[in-house]
């Protein structure tokens, strides 16, 4: 394994476009440790209303970023206080859902440190039930990453303050609030620690070294550079790819699974699925836009819906909820 240095930068545009870069050119043969800290931002899940995820008003008061990632889960806040780490690698076939794997050297990390940390639900690690982490994973063409955040002291109120919170996911977890489920590690350090300290932790222990300066390396070149910066220019710096049109619908419904949450809306005229968009915080490995146009054009009436997703694995595209959740959302 070896890690990437990005440079110190803290625009959430280019380091996405890193890690984009990243996976669609490494991690074949080898795996790849990515760091990264964004200044205040909004990173919204791949299959997210982003509207409907922020309030818009402080976000556009504050001047906080928001950028859509490649991968599914919810929409996370970030700040100079909050690490983030990816790591890329190939993707073998088990791995993709499997966030224990990745998430475990993490975790043996912070339990080095003090911090009883375990991982909790389907993608976060916590401790004491408070979330200090949230994870996501993306694969394509053999290659995936899997990566997370560690809030070492971020500004929760400004976490609670950017993002909304819908009620179907506040009342799954069984909380009043979401900023009482969150924690920050520094509330369970013995000691104040700078946030380049903190990375030196987690760097040394992950590749077992005394020194932080002998953990093996690959450095971006220039050609490396022009390249993500291409990629920033033409993806994570575009309206369309961080907010997008959301079509028009008369038809609404979701629900939150075990896998996650699905909310379908539907644009229904005379009787026909004109319109379809899937949102949600899931973990698919497919494109959602396969099941929205399998949906388009039939009459919406179960037989039809059935019959038009009977031969698609829906968990390809919806991660961990079946055919049967998804067939009771529709109806």
């Not at 919204?44 to 818009?56: A, W």
Request: aromatic fraction near 10%.
């Amino acid at each position: 394994m070896k890690f990437i240095d990005n440079k110190g930068i803290t625009d959430p545009q280019i380091n996405l476009a890193i890690e984009e870069y990243i996976l669609e050119n490494f991690g074949e043969k080898d795996t790849y440790l990515l760091f990264y800290v964004n200044s205040p931002s909004i990173i919204i899940g791949r299959n997210q209303n982003t509207i409907e995820e922020i309030n818009t008003d402080y976000v556009d008061e504050q001047g906080i970023k928001v950028v859509r990632r490649l991968s599914g889960g919810g929409a996370v806040y970030h700040d100079e206080q909050n690490l983030n780490f990816s790591f890329i690698t190939k993707d073998d076939g088990n791995s993709f859902q499997n966030f224990a794997k990745f998430t475990q050297p993490v975790v043996d990390a912070l339990n080095n440190i003090g911090v009883p940390v375990e991982l909790q639900g389907r993608n976060d690690l916590a401790v004491e039930g408070r979330k200090i982490s949230g994870n996501a994973m993306f694969s394509t063409r053999g290659r995936m990453f899997s990566h997370g955040t560690l809030m070492l002291d971020s500004q929760l109120e400004e976490l609670t303050k950017a993002l909304k919170v819908k009620k179907i996911k506040i009342e799954s977890k069984g909380i009043k609030s979401i900023r009482s489920r969150v924690a920050n590690i520094a509330e369970y350090l013995d000691s104040p620690i700078s946030m380049d300290e903190f990375k030196e932790l987690i760097l040394r222990y992950i590749f077992d070294v005394e020194d932080v300066n002998d953990v093996p390396q690959y450095v971006l070149t220039d050609e490396d550079w022009a390249k993500i910066h291409e990629i920033s220019e033409k993806r994570y710096q575009q309206w369309e790819w961080n907010y997008g049109k959301s079509p028009s619908f008369n038809y609404q419904e979701s629900k939150k699974f075990p896998g996650g949450l699905v909310d379908v809306r539907l644009d229904v005229k005379k009787g026909i699925i004109e319109n379809c968009t899937i949102f949600g915080d899931f973990f698919g490995l497919g494109d959602v836009k396969v099941l929205e146009d399998a949906l388009t054009g039939i009459r919406h009436n179960r037989d039809a819906v059935k019959e038009a997703v009977d031969q698609i694995d829906v968990s390809h595209y919806l991660g961990r909820i079946s055919k049967e959740e998804f067939l009771e959302l529709l109806y």
